[in-house]
């Protein structure tokens, strides 16, 4: 994914994290996300897996396993967060709105 692909760069970036209940990358997803939203400024949506529209959401990107990332709406990852990636992309898209 590219900055241009998301066309939000200049506000905080958007996280749409679509999560399950006992679900232990989802809980380590919601630790990086809460460390990088010091470093960052970030709005982390919630979207339960059971809701229609988590359930929507999985369907749609076909994602096979929990969390399903978003980024600004676009498709980043799922299952375990590779968090290096997530931070590179936010820091050159800080970069470019700066």
């Not at 400024?41 to 897996?49: G, K, L, Q, S, T």
């Not at 359930?55 to 076909?62: K, M, N």
């Not at 990852?77 to 970069?95: A, F, M």
Request: glycine share 8%; proline share 5%; charged share 25%.
């Amino acid at each position: 994914m590219t900055d241009d692909e998301t066309g939000a760069v200049g506000g905080p970036a958007v996280l749409t994290i679509v999560e399950a209940q006992a679900c232990h990358f989802c809980a380590d997803a919601n630790r990086a996300l809460a460390e990088l939203g010091l470093e960052f400024p970030m709005v982390v949506e919630r979207v339960d897996a059971r809701s229609r529209e988590g359930r929507a959401l999985l369907q749609e990107l076909r994602a096979p396993m929990t969390p399903l990332v978003l980024l600004d709406g676009w498709y980043f990852s799922s299952g375990r967060l590779p968090r290096r990636k997530l931070q590179r992309l936010l820091r050159n898209r800080t970069r470019t709105a700066a």
